[in-house]
């Protein structure tokens, strides 16, 4: 089917409000990761959902940052009381499997103001 | 550190020439893989090459894997000014699979 899709695209917010992000994987993927890229910087892991087992939550900054997985299918990335240093790209990627290739979508970017 | 560390950082070569870049890692992996980001395609799966293969092929790819030197090199055959683009090699522990890249190489194909 489709590519892994993410929503909204771009998202600017003011600092101090909370912004959801979203992510739909490719249908039959089991396991879903969530990166964040700042400008110039490489690739930062934040958490990964596999199936019905407990999330890799090892890689969230701090506890303004959560997510969820709903089964196999969406996820929702939040971010609460937003900060500029929160301000990055949002990538998601979903895989068949643990350690299987990753397929990302296009990112959301997340200004804070 | 878990990341695996490209060679070149920077690579700038014609359009037709091949292009090869490297990848070093520290400690025993399940596979490695291959990705390029470009601003236009975004972050996009190249090659996965497992730990009991030695090399493996896709289209103008050619990817091997020498895991008694704990190294990689992915070549490009070919190139084109689209392969312009950020190379990155991820080694994958036995840790959920998570992708931990490292600077990457830079690679500019002139037409």
């Known amino acids: 089917g489709a590519g892994v899709s993410q929503s909204p695209s771009n998202k600017v917010t003011e600092k101090g409000k909370d912004v959801e992000l979203r992510c739909d994987p490719i249908?039959?993927?089991?396991?879903l990761y969530w990166y964040r890229q700042r400008l110039g910087q490489g690739l930062e892991f934040l958490i990964y959902?596999?199936?019905?087992?407990?999330?890799?939550k090892s890689g969230l900054p701090s506890d303004r940052f959560s997510a969820e997985r709903t089964g196999e299918s969406v996820s929702t990335l939040t971010i609460q009381r937003t900060q500029q240093e929160d301000s990055a790209v949002y990538l998601c990627?979903?895989?068949?499997?643990?350690?299987?290739?990753?397929?990302f979508g296009p990112g959301t970017r997340l200004t804070v103001t | 550190s878990q990341q695996g560390e490209e060679d070149p950082q920077a690579l700038s070569i014609q359009e037709g020439e091949n292009a090869t870049m490297n990848c070093s890692y520290k400690t025993s992996i399940n596979n490695l893989q291959w990705y390029r980001q470009n601003s236009g395609r975004g972050l996009v799966h190249l090659i996965l090459i497992r730990s009991n293969e030695r090399e493996k092929h896709s289209g103008r790819l050619r990817v091997t894997l020498d895991t008694s030197k704990k190294s990689s090199s992915l070549l490009i055959t070919a190139s084109r000014a689209a392969d312009t683009a950020s190379y990155f090699c991820?080694?994958?522990?036995?840790?959920?699979?998570?992708?931990?890249f490292g600077q990457g190489t830079e690679l500019s194909v002139k037409p």
């Open positions: 990627a979903s895989s068949p499997g643990l350690g299987f290739e990753q397929y």
């Open positions: 991820a080694p994958i522990y036995n840790q959920g699979g998570k992708l931990i």
């Open positions: 959902f596999q199936g019905n087992s407990a999330p890799d």
């Open positions: 249908s039959g993927h089991t396991a």
